[in-house]
């Protein structure tokens, strides 16, 4: 009982870890970076850094050409930043280089699809935590479908992300050339091994234990009385 006990809080250990990186994806807008073509040398440029809620535009003024491209950058140079959340949370905002009206399916399902994720989290800590202080380990079954749930979605997520990066270099209509992805895409990713793994680890360890001797289950039986 002990060992599986140490088993179940190791594993919630790591999903807190999850927890903290998918919580620091969802907030944060480093999830990508785009950048125009730059021509010429001496003169300001426009990157731009984005996330579930809101995107950022950093003006550059560029004296060396980019060694690993020809945009503009890298995001890490000083310059003026001007972020706004997207035109479809809040009204009014200019994004027009964004194409919003294409973007604004992708970007509403990343987001509405994160929400969902912190939902089966916040269930699975209620259910975790519940376990522990009342002794009931049905509810690790549970917890661990929700955790395993919250992968999944966060994953989705990710992909969704992904399209609409790569639709807007692919567009004709947008000034983007070049893009990566940045630190919280990648928390993004690492919540989803995290979250994904432990759900499951969860769930294997709920299961009830097998009889290391297949005689054990015959051998505490009940004997049959004969009338």
């Known amino acids: 009982m002990e060992d599986k006990t140490t088993k179940v809080r190791i594993a919630f250990f790591i999903i807190l870890v999850g927890i903290a990186t998918m919580f620091t994806a969802v907030v944060t807008d480093h999830w990508a970076v785009l950048s125009p073509r730059v021509e010429r040398l001496n003169t300001t440029c426009q990157a731009a ?19 690993k491209g020809k945009g503009c950058g890298p995001i890490s140079l000083p310059g003026e930043q001007n972020c706004s959340y997207f035109k479809h949370f809040t009204s009014g905002e200019d994004a027009q280089m964004f194409q919003v009206k294409t973007q604004k399916e992708y970007n509403i399902s990343a987001a509405a699809i994160a ?4 939902g089966f989290m916040i269930l699975g800590t209620i259910c975790t935590l519940v376990s522990f202080k009342k002794s009931l380990d049905y509810l690790l079954k549970p917890a661990g479908m929700f955790f395993t749930f919250a992968g999944l979605c ?21 000034i983007w050339i070049e893009y990566y992805y940045s630190w919280s895409f990648a928390c993004a990713c690492a919540a989803f091994v995290l979250l994904f793994l432990s759900g499951i680890a ?3 360890i709920s ?13 505490d039986a009940e004997p049959e009385t004969q009338d």
């Open 49 to 67: 850094h984005f996330g579930l809620w809101r995107l950022c535009l950093k003006s550059i003024y560029i004296q060396e050409p980019d060694p």
């Open 115 to 118: 929400i969902i994720s912190v």
């Open 154 to 174: 966060i994953i989705i997520s990710v992909e969704v992300i992904r399209q609409s990066v790569k639709r807007m270099i692919d567009s004709d209509e947008t």
């Open 202 to 204: 969860l769930l294997l």
């Open 207 to 219: 299961m009830p234990q097998m009889p290391q001797n297949p005689w054990e289950t015959c051998m």
